[in-house]
């Protein structure tokens, strides 16, 4: 199993707790282990990344 870097952990929790607070369902949060980026399907159209350095972006 993949762990995250530190820097990932904390955006994750960061966006996570964003999202929740704006009533949005978090449906998958997943590793991919050939790129090491965290990828986040949240609502009905909501999809990030989050890099091993931490930076996060909208897909």
Same mark, same amino acid.
């Given at each position: &199993?993949? @762990?995250? $870097?530190? @820097?990932? !952990?904390? /955006? #994750?929790?960061?966006?996570?707790?964003? %999202?929740?607070? &704006? *009533?949005?369902? =978090?449906? %998958?949060? +997943? =590793?991919?282990?050939?790129?090491?980026? =965290? *990828?986040? #399907? !949240?609502? /009905? /159209? $909501?999809? #990030? /990344?989050?890099?091993?350095?931490?930076? &996060? +972006? *909208? %897909?």
């Amino acid at each position: &199993m993949q @762990e995250p $870097t530190i @820097e990932q !952990a904390k /955006e #994750l929790f960061r966006v996570c707790y964003q %999202l929740t607070n &704006m *009533y949005c369902s =978090i449906h %998958l949060v +997943r =590793i991919d282990k050939t790129t090491s980026r =965290i *990828y986040i #399907l !949240a609502g /009905e /159209e $909501t999809q #990030l /990344e989050i890099f091993p350095n931490g930076s &996060m +972006r *909208y %897909l």
